[in-house]
């Protein structure tokens, strides 16, 4: 028995997330049977984050376990080729020790999160919420500094989210802008059900001048779901990185 970890890009439009769920195509799905036509035989596949529906990675990690021990260009190429024309791209497969857990081994998550500030239409750069009215990311990037480390996050926690603490540390939440780019990076060990969505929505607010830092503070310390801000739509977030101890 050999296990892969597997570094993965996709576009979560088409999917209903990453989980594997009745109700529609998953990346989980679509990756497992992929290895499933590879091996000849039904395989799982664990992801490090269970990304929701619509919500993209530049670089989930994954593992899977082959009886045989396939060489790592092998796992990718032929994966790769059993999944097209579907939006998933294995970009690295290596062979890792049975200790390895994609999920439970991982040390941090990082995410990114693309808002296009213009007014015109978005024709090619569509992974991004469009937001026509001007933000002030400076007054952002302070609101968002407010939320850095150990909180209860329970105000921007998704009300069917299972987790069984709302305690998270958040060890990064910087705004920047490039242009009519406005980007949001937020990294931490892990996250709650639509923590970062419901931090961009609350933060968008703050940009448009309807909330202050202050009122980033107070939606924090209500620990209370309806003193979040709008929810940011899931086109716009990625999942970007997972830390490993081995790197």
């Not at 529609?24 to 395989?43: F, H, I, K, N």
């Not at 670089?59 to 092998?74: C, I, M, Y």
């Not at 007014?119 to 407010?146: G, N, S």
């Amino acid at each position: 028995m050999q296990r892969y970890k597997l570094v993965i890009e996709y576009d979560g439009r088409p999917f209903v997330g990453w989980q594997r769920q009745t109700n529609g195509r998953s990346v989980q799905e679509a990756l497992e049977d992929a290895a499933e036509r590879l091996c000849g035989a039904p395989t799982r596949v664990y992801g490090a984050g269970r990304t929701d529906t619509g919500v993209h990675a530049s670089g989930q990690v994954a593992h899977l376990d082959f009886e045989r021990d396939w060489k790592a260009d092998t796992v990718r190429d032929a994966m790769n080729a059993h999944m097209r024309p579907e939006p998933v791209a294995i970009l690295s497969a290596s062979p890792v020790g049975p200790e390895f857990d994609a999920r439970h081994s991982a040390r941090k998550r990082h995410y990114l999160y693309r808002i296009v500030n213009r007014r015109p239409p978005l024709a090619l750069d569509t992974i991004a919420w469009q937001v026509a009215v001007p933000l002030d990311h400076e007054a952002m990037d302070e609101a968002a500094k407010r939320l850095l480390g150990k909180h209860d996050f329970t105000t921007f926690r998704a009300s069917q989210c299972q987790a069984l603490s709302p305690v998270r540390t958040l060890d990064r939440l910087d705004v920047r802008r490039i242009g009519e780019i406005v980007t949001i990076e937020a990294s931490a060990r892990s996250f709650l059900h639509n923590q970062v969505r419901s931090m961009v929505g609350s933060l968008v607010e703050v940009g448009l001048g309807r909330w202050t830092a202050d009122d980033m503070t107070a939606a924090l310390v209500a620990r209370s779901r309806p003193a979040c801000g709008p929810v940011a739509p899931a086109t716009g977030l990625i999942l970007t990185q997972v830390d490993y101890e081995d790197g």
